[in-house]
């Protein structure tokens, strides 16, 4: 059966909810990790993207390691407009995160009934 056909009960309506909460993406978390710490990519480990917060973190120090000429100036800007996007892209990534983790405790909750 698919996941659309099958009807949940209280209590495993209420398990799903209760792990997507504990193991689910905040948006409130990740914007805030932007806000203060994105330049160093930790909204990027948060949302389960490492490789992009450690290229977001080199880029950074290398900008902060070459700020007198003019390569870090275009680092430093590219980054920060690169955080820009990414303040816009938020809201959609926790929401694929966390419907993720929502479709995979339905198929083990499938497969408990099974």
């Given at each position: 059966m698919t996941n659309a056909n099958m009807t949940y009960s209280l209590s495993e309506r209420t398990f799903i909810h209760t792990e997507?909460?504990?193991?689910?993406?905040?948006?409130?978390?990740?914007?805030l990790l932007l806000i203060f710490l994105g330049f160093f990519g930790l909204h990027h480990i948060y949302l389960k993207g490492k490789m992009l917060g450690i290229t977001k973190l080199l880029l950074t120090l290398t900008g902060l390691i070459t700020f007198q000429l003019l390569i870090g100036y275009l680092l430093l800007l590219f980054v920060a407009l690169w955080l820009i996007v990414?303040?816009?892209l938020m809201f959609k990534k926790v929401e694929r995160i966390n419907s993720q983790l929502e479709q995979s405790l339905k198929r083990y909750v499938d497969q408990l009934k099974d």
């Open positions: 997507i909460l504990r193991h689910g993406k905040q948006l409130s978390v990740s914007y990414d303040a816009f």
